[in-house]
Every structure is written in structure tokens, then in C-alpha cells.
């Protein structure tokens, strides 16, 4: 099964998930601005109501992630967009949202995931958390911004009622 037919076969929770959501948000820092004036949602539905993570919410949906994410938390996640996950190679994402590597893609998911609440006035000089894979991540904070493994944050500090989501611009992977 490909990509396409994931994602279309997860249109309708896309789109049930959105119609569900009354603020009609489309940024990252308009869910930003709603989770400020206490309309906050939880990390799922933030991302989802960006609207530049249907991808993401395709892949954490075949890889029984949502409830986790919907969970007390709190989480960070460094939230890959549409946009960085075009940018693996050819069949990669295809092959990854097989059923048969399910857990492959959770490794990936939940190496994007970091228990607690991380700001980026937190981020001095340089930090490795380490991710619910397992893993430690490489964030950087410089005159150029912050990274992540080398992905560049986007957007900073979309926060959630159960932790934060820093905007990622790359899929970051795991150690071998």
C-alpha cells in the first residue's frame, strides 16, 4: 500500500479530527495564539488543526501513536512537517507506513518525542534529551537558530494543553 492510499485512507479521521475542531486554525502560530487564550488542545490536535502535518498524523494513526500523544504528557515533540517528510527518499515513507514495519516507524515517531516540557529558553548552548525511542537527540542553540540532528526549527514553542511542539523543517532518524 502507498503513501497515497494511506493518507487517503486516514482523510476521513483527518477530516473528522478538523471539523471537530471550532477555531478553524491553519498555523502553527495560530494554535499558538488559541492555546494562549486557553483554548488549548492537546499535541495531536494542535498539530492536526496546523494544518501542515497530515503526513505526520497519517504515520503516528498506523502506528498506534495517537493515544499515546493525546496522553497526560507532559510531552515535547519535534513535529516533522509535510514538507520534511517529502523530503526523505523516493518509497521511503511508502515503505515505512507498511504494516509489516509498524514498529519501525513507532522507533521514528518516538524518536521526535521527549518526556517533559521543553521551551526553547531552555535550549543553552547545546542539550541531549533523551526521546521515548530511547535515543538522545543533538538540540543546538546558536546565533542561527536552534537544531535538532541537524533539522532546523521552524517554529518554536506551539504549546499544547499536554506539552510543546517545536516545528521541525526535516525527519530526524534514529542511530542505527
Known amino acids: 500500500m502507498n503513501s497515497t492510499a494511506i493518507r487517503s485512507g486516514h482523510a476521513g479521521f483527518i477530516a473528522a479530527m478538523l471539523a ?4 478553524g486554525l491553519g498555523a502553527a ?8 487564550s486557553g483554548a488549548a488542545k492537546d499535541i495531536v490536535d494542535t498539530a492536526v488543526a496546523a494544518g501542515s502535518f497530515k503526513t505526520l498524523a497519517a504515520a503516528l494513526t498506523a502506528a498506534d501513536l495517537v493515544g ?4 497526560a504528557g507532559p510531552f515535547t515533540v519535534f513535529a516533522p512537517t509535510d514538507e520534511a517528510f517529502a523530503k526523505l527518499p523516493a518509497g521511503t515513507l511508502d515503505d515505512l507506513l507498511k ?3 509498524k514498529e519501525k516507524l513507532k522507533g521514528i515517531l518516538l524518536y521526535h518525542v521527549v518526556s517533559g516540557k521543553i521551551m526553547a529558553a531552555d535550549i543553552k548552548g547545546s542539550a541531549k534529551p533523551k526521546t521515548l525511542q530511547g535515543a538522545t537527540l543533538d538540540v543546538v542553540a546558536s546565533g542561527g537558530g536552534v537544531t535538532v540532528n541537524g533539522a532546523r526549527v521552524v517554529s518554536a514553542d506551539v504549546a499544547a494543553s499536554n506539552g510543546v511542539i517545536h516545528v521541525i523543517d526535516a525527519v530526524v532518524l534514529p542511530p542505527k
Open 29 to 36: 502560530t495560530q494554535a499558538q495564539a488559541a492555546s494562549h
Open 68 to 71: 499515546a500523544l493525546k496522553g
Open 99 to 101: 504494516p509489516e514495519n
Open 20 to 23: 471537530a475542531l471550532t477555531l
